[in-house]
């Protein structure tokens, strides 16, 4: 693994894979552009957008931010990355000498090679209140439930779908939403994980 940036004024340098829409990609790449104007020792630098979607319109927004945005292609397997295809996006990683890999929207599961060559160094954010509603129809399974309070997490990737240790959480009330505002509504909070978490890692908390 590339070697760690920990406490040390040194870059962190972030990937983010995306499979669509990218609005969080654009919150984490906008939010480091915005604090390395009001700090220039602000560490965490956006370095490669990684799309397994060619016409992903995350793709667009990461061009016009002036990120390097690339579509890799994610092989013969529909909802995994393995072979020769998670070998290609693991070198390109390297090769750009990222320290952290964020997966924004990335509808693939990551297997064996991809998680040890960045052990403890892969975040993924879920639209849910982990441990409860992993996978996909988040927003569906809450309201199917009939609870309350719904929410996002940003947690580690472990090898079990979003099992790995959870950084932060944020809740808000369901109200009376149905499934789009409720979807508009978590991407906010999701937003704001992320932008919570950019702070944290700056100050060294993660590392
Ligand atoms: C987010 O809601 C995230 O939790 C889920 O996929 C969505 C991606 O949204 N994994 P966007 O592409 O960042 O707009």
Not at 107 to 135: A, D, Q
Request: charged letters at 25%; proline letters at 3%; glycine letters at 6%.
């Amino acid at each position: 693994m590339e070697k760690s940036a920990k406490k040390s004024k040194e870059s962190i340098r972030l990937a983010i894979l995306i499979s669509g829409n990218g609005s969080n990609m654009q919150n984490i790449v906008e939010y480091c552009q915005k604090r390395q104007q009001q700090n220039p020792f602000f560490r965490i630098k956006p370095i490669i957008v990684l799309s397994d979607q060619p016409r992903a319109f995350g793709l667009e927004r990461a061009q016009k931010l002036g990120i390097k945005a690339l579509y890799l292609n994610p092989g013969k397997f529909r909802t995994k990355l393995e072979g020769s295809a998670e070998e290609n996006y693991v070198k390109t990683l390297k090769k750009e000498r990222v320290h952290y890999v964020v997966l924004a929207g990335f509808m693939r599961v990551l297997k064996n090679h991809f998680l040890r060559s960045f052990t403890g160094k892969i975040i993924n954010i879920h639209p849910s209140l982990l441990p409860f509603f992993t996978g996909l129809d988040t927003y569906k399974k809450a309201l199917d439930s009939n609870i309350k309070q719904v929410g996002a997490s940003l947690h580690l990737v472990s090898q079990k779908i979003d099992e790995g240790c959870i950084l932060l959480q944020k809740s808000l009330a369901i109200e009376g939403k149905n499934v789009v505002e409720l979807q508009q509504s978590t991407h906010k909070i999701e937003h704001q994980l992320f932008r919570q978490w950019l702070d944290l890692l700056d100050k060294g908390i993660f590392d």
